[in-house]
DNA sequence: AGCGCATTGATTGACGTACCTCAGATTCGG
DNA sequence: CCGAATCTGAGGTACGTCAATCAATGCGCT
């Protein structure tokens, strides 16, 4: 049971319950042979501090501020729902955020939001990072001011913050390229379409996806990626070109947003029965994708796990709380046609 | 601002303190067209109740009883230990967990432990069920004595139960069944080892499996399936029998527990690198066997997620909360050598 | 007018913790 | 042994909600 209270834990040490407030959120003014008993009451009784009514007396809250790229892109929608809902659930009532939308992948914009939070408004700040040294600096000067960042999607590791909520993006990278070689059963060219080489996660899914090809599927050539900057329409244009130009593509990693126009592409083609397809986030298109057999597999992030993972993360944080081990792994979610939620 | 508290609902809806939480406890003695000034109060404020209050008024707890049943397997440790996990952690700090352990594939003695389950001491038990009829009448019963019902990793979907906390396991049966068939590159024959047919899960993954085998790839044969009842002993030995008989086999699916087994088979064998094999559960074994190559791919369900999830939603039922779409799903997670955690 | 009844107000004491004040006790240096 | 500094106790208020009591109001009815 954990029905010990303040109370019991001043009978069981011998003292009152003033002193042992004083030793519980370490105040000064009590004998150090004092403070040890209070703890080995602690320990024998196996006290622990109602959260609830901790926070309840401390009148706590947890404004947080999330920085999302503004676009028009599925995911980051999906995003700012998560973060709408979770902000409207009642169990995290105590929770506070405040949206702020960015241009997207503008360091400079990015780095002057991080540079306005206000640090006794906040004490933790979500952001979608990119990865430049402008972004580094902010984030670790709002560190300085005391405020708790947390990267969610894309990371800036070695910044300051105090958590990535994401995926190993080269992990899914390698996975990818493991589905796309063992997928395609004879020899072939393998495309990439990138988003924009100033994502780091774009970076280091075309890294492992590269990587693992490479070593491992030396009968597969890669071809030089297109850069899409998450363009639909560029998308289309370009891989329709590439398409066009290499009639023995046989695989295809799709590593950014912009799904709409690959599929569109592979489509019009007439050859996405040959090309082994695999694409990033699981969206209504790709999932349709999936569906036609247009994508052979998606790799997902689950954006509403990793909104709620930050702000536990948080909350874990301030409360002075362990982490769960396990819970606040983003997992790396591989959907096919027959596992589809 | 989530700070509206019941004062100012009251001062807003012109009504006294004890009004207001007679509408907001549903307590009788209220006209209807007081009631209706109140909640348009609510409304017009935003008013949500302090939970982390309201529990500490009325002093709540969730008293959860958890059955699981007993054995060595890896998987059942580590449900175990991830309860253990739960019930330590402060941010928990009202859920009072007990656990009762029960043989495993027995469902008479699973429907005795249900039925001694006191109505009186726990709002909720979370149960592995075992599908036979008697445990679905003890569910029943269950819950007309007012206990909610949650199953764990095996579902008995006919019952009255409150939620299934377990991934979709037909879907992981056909998401197998699509990596056999898309990794093995010529025809062949594919074998299963499955544990037991009284468990649900098994009989679905199986099902699952077998019809994507037949419908989409003709060019493989299944054998019929090897019964071990999650017996590494015995999985082994069968196994070896079967891939003695049988030259050509190509594909393995095991489903159920036991995979020590089944890696040492394969291993003996010989032929590990010419079989395509993927398993259940991500253990230390299958993990290695993953990272050795002999297994080419391992489907999972998180465990801590599952326990997790089981929780929320009984304390979601208890506070008559609305649950977060997809925080519930429970996920088929699929593993490579190349995204392990 | 007087009765009972339904409705509402006013007030109070929990729940477990935080934080504050003031007074009393103990210790220590000189 | 005295004064000062340091420790400790006792008690209060607050956080937002729940739950209960008791008094007050207004209503219809006889």
Chains 1, 2 share one sequence.
Do not use: W
């Not at 990535?164 to 070689?181: E, K």
């Not at 295809?252 to 082994?276: M, P, Q, W």
């Not at 993972?309 to 979610?333: C, T």
């Amino acid at each position: 049971m954990g029905r010990v209270t303040v109370h019991q834990l001043a009978a069981e040490a011998g003292v009152s319950l003033a002193t042992v407030d004083r030793v519980l959120n370490r105040r000064s003014g009590v004998r150090p042979a004092t403070v040890e008993r209070v703890e080995a009451a602690i320990q024998r009784l196996d006290y622990r501090r109602d959260v609830a009514a901790a926070n309840l007396a401390k009148n706590r809250t947890y404004p947080i501020c999330f920085i999302v790229p503004e676009g028009p892109g599925e995911f980051i929608r999906a995003l700012e729902a998560e973060v709408r809902t979770i902000a409207a659930h009642p169990g995290s009532s105590r929770v506070e955020i405040e949206r702020v939308v960015v241009p997207a992948f503008d360091g400079t914009k990015l780095a002057e939001a991080l540079k306005v939070v206000d640090p006794d408004r906040f004490i933790a700040v979500v952001v979608v990072a990119t990865d430049a040294p402008k972004v580094r600096g902010a984030i670790n000067d709002l560190v300085d001011r005391g405020v708790d960042v947390v990267t969610l999607v894309s990371d800036v590791p070695t910044s300051r913050r105090l958590h990535f909520s994401g995926i190993d993006n080269t992990a899914a990278g390698r996975t990818a390229a493991t589905l796309v070689g063992r997928f395609m059963h004879r020899k072939g060219k393998v495309g990439i379409v990138a988003g924009s080489m100033l994502l780091r996660d774009h970076v280091e899914r075309r890294m492992g996806f590269e990587q693992v090809i490479r070593n491992e599927y030396p009968g597969l050539e890669l071809l030089p990626p297109i850069e899409a900057r998450d363009d639909a329409a560029l998308a289309e244009a370009e891989l329709s070109r590439l398409l066009d130009r290499h009639g023995d593509i046989g695989g295809l990693y799709s590593l950014g947003a912009g799904n709409r126009g690959v599929i569109a592409a592979l489509e019009k083609s007439g050859r996405r029965d040959h090309i082994v397809a695999v694409a990033h986030e699981l969206t209504e298109d790709s999932r349709q994708a999936l569906v036609s057999g247009t994508f052979d597999a998606v790799i997902n992030q689950d954006a509403g796990h990793e909104v709620r993972s930050a702000i536990r993360v948080i909350q874990a944080k301030a409360d002075g709380h362990p982490l769960i081990p396990g819970q606040e792994r983003i997992r790396i979610d591989v959907f096919f046609r027959d596992n589809l939620p």
